[in-house]
């Protein structure tokens, strides 16, 4: 058993480290915060030196790597930028949806321009009387003649008001038992008449719009079916997997920026004639926070490395997710109290990775969700 990275996977996370923090300008992060700004600049730079699309194939416009690599470059954005290092890296994971069931024209046609920071897809499955519960929908998308007509209602959508594409899970059989069995993947081009988007207000992560989506008699051409008709929800449990190891990199990429500030902090900050880093209360906090980080990156690589040896396990991948998510807010929340009242503001940033954590827990199945999987799984319940 090996823990060593490999000299080219130390390359590509210490290459992503470097750009990150020459490309780290606090106050234009700060002015994203207040302006809700997202940072395409930002995502175009890093695209054009290969951050974005590192596990997409070199022929769709990416770098050819796997999922483990992808992991190194999401922690090291989500490390310095919090929240707006995941608007970078997230692209490209939510455009799986299509590398692993699209035909090669949907992806010609897409992937190019996302692996290049020109353009957003986004991807709809939640409802607002569903939650984490996609199995019952009640979007419809029915046939008639060549195209399909999609009526629904979309919740918890990010970037769709600045994406340029969505994949819309739709119930196409609604005589199907069970009704998982009955949905279909389409993309649908968000300039379509007939789609209506407004974006939420939100606790934390500014820079990336979360949308409602309402689809009223949209009508879009067969080809737009992604995968399998009636296959839908089989090809999102797939990428779904992928989606949450890459949160649990996410999460603990924000707890370790966090961590890294308040180690700092403790190091220069004087109280009662010493540095508060001397104190043993503080050193145990951060004994917490470090030992809660190796605990998520273990779990995490492993999730990923599994999947990169095409040996997929939806259980490992839901407790990586399930813990790097998790320990993101924790971790975040002891940051704040080791900068005492500075870490309430917002110009100490600690504040601004909690807030961006806090919706971590909750994104792609919340953790009793994740728990009830690991718990079936355990169990051999179906």
Not at 3 to 18: N, P, V
Not at 301 to 321: F, H, N, V
Request: aromatic share 10%; proline share 3%; glycine share 10%.
């Amino acid at each position: 058993m090996d823990f060593e990275l490999t000299k080219e996977q130390k390359d590509i996370q210490r290459a992503a480290r470097e750009f990150c923090e020459a490309e780290y300008d606090k106050d234009m992060v700060l002015d994203m915060e207040r302006e809700h700004k997202f940072p395409w600049e930002l995502l175009r730079k890093a695209a054009g030196l290969g951050f974005v699309g590192v596990a997409v194939p070199e022929e769709y416009g990416g770098q050819g790597y796997g999922l483990l690599e992808e992991l190194l470059v999401t922690e090291e954005f989500c490390r310095q930028f919090g929240g707006i290092g995941e608007c970078v890296v997230s692209p490209e994971t939510l455009a799986k949806l299509l590398l692993f069931n699209g035909t090669e024209e949907q992806k010609k046609k897409c992937l190019p321009s996302i692996m290049r920071g020109e353009a957003l897809i986004s991807v709809a499955f939640t409802e607002p009387e569903g939650g984490s519960d996609i199995i019952f929908l009640r979007t419809a998308a029915v046939k008639e003649g060549s195209d399909y007509i999609i009526n629904g209602n979309k919740i918890f959508n990010t970037y769709a008001s600045i994406a340029k594409w969505d994949i819309v899970l739709c119930q196409t059989d609604p005589e199907a038992k069970p009704t998982y069995r009955g949905q279909t993947l389409l993309l649908v081009e968000l300039d379509r008449e007939g789609i209506e988007i407004s974006d939420f207000e939100k606790m934390g992560w500014h820079a990336a719009p979360t949308c409602s989506l309402f689809l009223s008699n949209v009508r879009v051409p067969q080809e737009n079916l992604i995968g399998e008709e009636n296959r839908g929800f089989y090809h999102t449990v797939e990428f779904l997997n992928s989606f949450r190891v890459f949160m649990a990199g996410v999460g603990m990429g924000v707890a370790q920026g966090a961590f890294d500030r308040a180690l700092e902090y403790a190091k220069t900050r004087e109280a009662f004639g010493r540095k508060i880093g001397e104190f043993q209360a503080i050193q145990h906090r951060l004994a917490d926070m470090h030992l809660k980080i190796e605990m998520a990156r273990l779990l995490a690589y492993k999730a990923a490395w599994e999947i990169d040896q095409g040996r997929t396990d939806p259980k490992l991948c839901s407790m990586a997710k399930l813990y790097g998510c998790g320990i993101a807010t924790e971790v975040a929340d002891a940051a704040i109290s080791i900068f005492g009242g500075h870490g309430y503001m917002l110009e100490n940033e600690v504040e601004r990775f909690y807030r961006d954590a806090r919706c971590y827990p909750i994104v792609e199945g919340t953790p009793d969700l994740h728990k009830n999987l690991i718990g079936r799984a355990l169990l051999g319940l179906k």
